[in-house]
């Protein structure tokens, strides 16, 4: 069995990276984020937090049975 590359999105402008290896990073509460550039890793680590509780607002917002439900339909 192959073992399948994991991606990984840059939160500030929504790339997908499939390999972050030598890519800029950064640890916050500790997550690990990938970046496409140290322009973006930059920004992010201006807004860190806005960055963070927009991520978690979707995927609780997406996952929560009988709550608004954000994002795609």
């Not at 500030?12 to 973006?40: H, I, M, N």
Request: glycine fraction near 6%; proline fraction near 7%.
């Amino acid at each position: 069995m192959k073992d399948v590359p994991k991606r990984h999105l840059d939160p500030v402008c929504g790339k997908q990276l499939e390999a972050p290896d030598g890519r800029p990073s950064t640890e916050y509460k500790k997550r690990k984020y990938f970046f496409c550039s140290e322009r973006c890793r930059t920004a992010f680590e201006r807004q860190a937090e806005r960055f963070r509780m927009n991520d978690l607002a979707r995927a609780g917002a997406l996952l929560t049975p009988g709550r608004v439900r954000w994002g795609i339909a």
